[in-house]
């Protein structure tokens, strides 16, 4: 009989935790998940489910007044937002299930809706019980950044986690911080009506983006009205305004957005180690500092994404639960790829053309080439292709309407090591956004051709006419 009450503990019930439970209770360990709050964790809650069911409203609201562009003559009178705010909340209940502790507990995983309290490698103590585990998973996740900007504390001061509480639209606000979360509820609520203005601390939003590339998003931005304030400092946040240097911006509501800060307190007095901003350091299995346990997701403060979170689940779960030294798997992070849901949206794989190095070639295509581009009224943006001498696929960054489902292709090319010429012998639907990447690598298949060779194969051909 073991020594223990569990062969895995995980704590915290989001997208890390419970694939990390999921995987070890599949292996055959038995399983404990720990979660205080509410089970899927900032993506089902706070996330990416109501940001991006708030963003499809948003653009239902942009499709109907650009609609005279296709000959629809249609006009947008009232925007209902306790109708929307009702529907984000429904998508999240639909949803919720999936996440939720009966189906966890149906799958045979013991969950414990507790707070979580550490007290050695083995052992985490919940409400007045402690329990032990041969493996602990640590998986508790971020949460936005405090500012430490005086009235900050304000109620009308919200957070990428309180926003969805509030049920009326404002005329005027004001987003602190550039980053994704910023740039996607700033569209969002430009294109629902808001006045919206953004305060970023930085010389330009979006800086891993070449010029080229920023500028349909940054276009895009500024015909829907949003005012965009780079290298800001601010000095205050009052009832009604938010005060910078020379200026005092009217605004009903402030979100602060300004980056995220993991939940690490309660390891605060533990030996697990933590980098100099909190997060919890781990090697390449994913183990933190004490052997007996791992850790993953946004906690480990790597990449912030719902998918990579539940990409090291994955490892971390059967290496909790299996935790032979010669078993133990490493996840790769070559091939992350990554969106930001904006009008057009960003989407990016691998190398980015900013950190391309001498050899490598960077292969550019607009947007408006495409013809399914040009039928949809959609030709903003384009596709970016970084390849290696050899035409090996380093890298991609799309900007289109579609960026976020076009990016898969770019980044399977990456993990596999593909090269552009697989990318051009592939044949994509027509008409199709897909029909991006032919274009690409026919281009690319065109700048790599020798003058020489085609000068030879003309004289070829005027031979045997």
């Known amino acids: 009989m073991s020594k223990y009450d569990y062969n895995v503990v995980v704590v915290g019930g989001g997208t890390a935790g419970l694939i990390s439970a999921y995987v070890a209770n599949l292996l055959g360990a038995k399983t404990a998940l720990i979660e205080a709050n509410k089970m899927g964790g900032d993506c089902l ?9 708030l963003i499809a409203s948003a653009r239902a609201a942009a499709g109907v007044k650009e609609g005279k562009k296709y000959g629809i003559h249609a006009r947008l009178s009232e925007i209902d937002y306790t109708s929307i705010h009702e529907r984000v909340h429904s998508v999240i209940r639909d ?5 939720s502790a009966e189906r966890y507990r149906k799958l045979g995983i013991e969950v414990i809706e507790e707070k979580a309290e550490w007290v050695d490698g083995h ?4 409400g007045d019980k402690k329990i032990t585990a041969r493996r602990i998973v640590i998986s508790t996740g971020s949460k936005p950044r405090v500012l430490g900007i005086p009235g900050e504390d304000l109620p009308h001061v919200k957070t990428s986690d309180t926003i969805w509480d509030m049920e009326t639209l404002p005329k005027a606000m004001v987003i602190i911080g550039g980053g994704p979360i910023g740039l996607e509820l700033s569209m969002a609520y430009a294109q629902l009506g808001v006045k919206v203005t953004i305060l970023e601390s930085n010389p330009t939003v979006l800086q891993m983006l070449t010029e080229e590339q920023r500028e349909p998003v940054l276009n895009s931005m500024k015909e829907s009205g949003i005012d965009i304030r780079t290298e800001v400092a601010i000095k205050e946040i009052t009832n009604d305004a938010v005060k910078i ?19 690490t307190h309660w ?18 299995s994913l183990n933190t500092s004490i052997s007996s346990i791992y850790a993953c997701g946004d906690v480990t ?3 912030q994404f719902t998918h990579v979170a539940g990409y090291e689940a994955g490892y971390a779960g059967s290496n909790a639960a299996i935790d032979w030294t010669f078993f133990k798997r490493k996840p790769a992070y070559n091939a992350i790829p990554w969106s930001i849901y904006s009008s057009p949206e960003i989407s990016h794989v691998g190398v980015l053309a900013n950190d391309a190095k001498k050899g490598h070639n960077i292969t550019h295509v607009p947007l408006e ?14 596709i970016w292709l970084v390849s290696d001498k050899k035409g090996k696929v380093l890298g991609a960054t799309i900007i289109a309407s579609q960026a976020s489902s076009l990016i898969g292709e770019a980044t399977l090319a990456v993990q596999k090591g593909l090269s552009v010429n697989d990318i051009f012998g592939t044949i994509h639907a027509y008409p ?22 085609l000068k030879l194969l003309k004289r070829l051909m005027d031979a045997v006419r």
């Open 245 to 263: 240097k020379g200026d005092s911006i009217a605004a009903e509501i402030v979100i602060s957005a300004a980056g995220r800060t993991p939940n």
């Open 301 to 303: 403060g790597g990449f």
């Open 123 to 126: 052992t985490v103590k919940v």
């Open 432 to 453: 199709s956004y897909g029909d991006a990447y032919s274009k690409v690598a026919g281009k690319w298949k065109n700048d790599q051709t020798n003058p020489k060779v």
């Open 95 to 99: 949803i919720e299930p999936a996440d």
């Open 369 to 382: 080439e495409i013809d399914r581009a040009k039928t949809d009224g959609k030709t903003e943006g384009g």
């Open 267 to 284: 390891l605060e007095n533990s030996p697990v180690t933590l980098d100099k901003r909190g997060y919890v350091k781990v090697d390449s």
């Open 45 to 53: 809650n706070t996330g990416c489910v109501p940001s991006k069911s």
